[in-house]
């Protein structure tokens, strides 16, 4: 069965460190994976995509993750974390195609200033 | 990117009552969205898939009667909590993608719902 797993329930850094999120997914054919960002209360919003081509792909707010087929990972890094960047990540994988997400357990970021 | 509405974003009623949530693509059409809930401090789990004007599909475990779906419409489908109870309190959010290849389904804000 799909699965996606997150092994790090809450990270904390400091505004300016390198940040990086881990993402390990389950998965038989070739699969479609996202991360998105969660404020408190808010819904889900997309930060980047892979479905294909290039497995470095580069998202919004200076976000970028690579697919590495042969670890089953799909890892979040940001150079330079901002105090705006805490919130809640979900690594998810689509269970048919783009739909029917299946979601990991979320990593917390914390920064502290 | 293209938007989806969900509305209320909360909503707090008493036990033994219905609920009923909106969830809207406003810029697009789409034959099928998809509900979700999120439990405090939890991931998100696929409840069910909402099909215009046909039944909604549901994941397994997930109550049909208790959780009623609607697609009435290409831009609309709604999402009942049938006689509810403090134990359906939770933050459900709905997607829908846009029509067309590799295009990713888009989320609505989420509705938090408590049961008294």
């Known amino acids: 069965a799909q699965s996606v797993t997150q092994p790090d329930i809450h990270i904390t850094v400091s505004e300016g460190a390198s940040l990086e999120l881990r993402c390990n997914y389950s998965?038989?054919?070739?699969?479609?994976l996202f991360w998105y960002v969660q404020s408190p209360g808010q819904g889900l919003q997309l930060l980047l995509k892979y479905f294909s081509g290039d497995t470095l792909v580069q998202g919004i707010k200076g976000f970028e993750a690579e697919f590495k087929r042969s670890q089953s990972s799909f890892n979040l890094r940001k150079p330079s974390v901002h105090w705006s960047d805490a919130a809640e990540y979900f690594c998810?994988?689509?269970?048919?195609?783009?739909?029917?997400?299946?979601f990991g357990t979320g990593t917390r970021l914390q920064v502290f200033p | 990117g293209a938007v989806v509405s969900q509305h209320p974003s909360w909503v707090i009623c008493k036990s033994g009552t219905s609920v009923k949530i909106e969830c809207r693509s406003l810029d697009f059409q789409a034959t099928t969205m998809f509900w979700y809930r999120q439990f405090p401090k939890q991931s998100l789990m696929l409840m069910a898939t909402?099909?215009?004007?046909?039944?909604?599909?549901?994941e397994q475990g997930v109550e049909k009667d208790k959780f009623l779906i609607n697609h009435a419409s290409l831009t609309l489908s709604t999402l009942t909590v049938t006689s509810a109870h403090p134990e359906d309190s939770s933050f459900y959010i709905c997607s829908a993608r846009p029509p067309g290849a590799d295009t990713e389904a888009f989320f609505g804000q989420g509705t938090r719902l408590t049961v008294v």
């Open positions: 998810a994988v689509g269970r048919e195609y783009t739909d029917k997400l299946i």
């Open positions: 909402s099909n215009e004007g046909s039944k909604a599909t549901y």
């Open positions: 998965y038989g054919a070739t699969p479609y």
